[in-house]
């Protein structure tokens, strides 16, 4: 056993992935969250970094907007690439656990656990009991509340080539502990 400070390792690792602007923010005025960059490079990345044996831990909001747009993208003419509604549809088929005090089971989207308690205290169980990996998809706050209880093990950015200036809404990076 290591010193105080140290942490005990967890079977299971929680990787905080956020898209960013150059300028730290989440979103900007009439724009969504990833500005609406969807290459062909980066959602080959997605595929291949993404969804293999993940969990995906979501708060309330992002739950709405993504389960949204994976239905969107199912039912087909929406507007999306291919390449974007493989990826938003395929999000379907993986493991989602949502954290929210708002929402009612059972949730419609397929695949996604309802957890109305305390989000820090599921995720240490699951790191400590589960299997996998874990890692969150957009939510902010919760991401906060992860990093605050020290159950972060890594970060993945994706940094996309804009600057929201005067625009720019939820800064990703505010109220986070130095780490």
């Known amino acids: 056993m290591g010193a105080a400070s140290e942490r005990e390792p967890s079977p299971v690792e929680l990787m905080v992935d ?3 602007s150059l300028d730290g923010c989440a979103s900007a005025e009439g724009w969504p969250g990833w500005w609406g960059l969807e ?3 980066y959602l080959a990345w ?3 970094e993404g969804h293999k044996e993940c969990t995906y831990l979501l708060g309330a909001n992002t739950y ?3 389960s949204g747009m994976s239905e969107e993208a199912a039912a087909g003419g929406t507007g999306f690439s291919d390449e974007e509604g493989a990826s938003l549809t395929g999000l379907a088929a993986v493991p989602k656990v ?8 059972p949730l419609p989207w397929p695949n996604s656990t309802l957890v109305s308690g305390d989000a820090v205290g599921a995720v240490k169980d ?3 009991n589960g299997t ?18 020290g159950l972060v093990d890594r970060f993945r950015l994706v940094v996309f080539p804009v600057i ?9 990076f505010d109220g986070y502990p130095d780490v």
């Not at 890692?135 to 605050?148: A, D, F, M, P, Y």
């Not at 929201?164 to 990703?172: A, D, F, L, M, S």
Request: proline content about 2%; charged content about 20%.
């Open 64 to 66: 709405r907007l993504m």
């Open 132 to 149: 996998g990996r874990l890692s969150t998809l957009g939510s902010l706050s919760l991401c906060r509340s992860l990093l605050n209880a």
């Open 126 to 128: 699951m790191k400590r």
């Open 46 to 48: 997605l595929e291949q």
């Open 18 to 20: 956020l898209i960013i």
């Open 98 to 105: 949502v954290f929210s005090s708002t929402l009612q089971g």
């Open 164 to 172: 929201t200036g005067r625009t720019g809404r939820e800064r990703i």
């Open 39 to 41: 290459g062909p490079e």
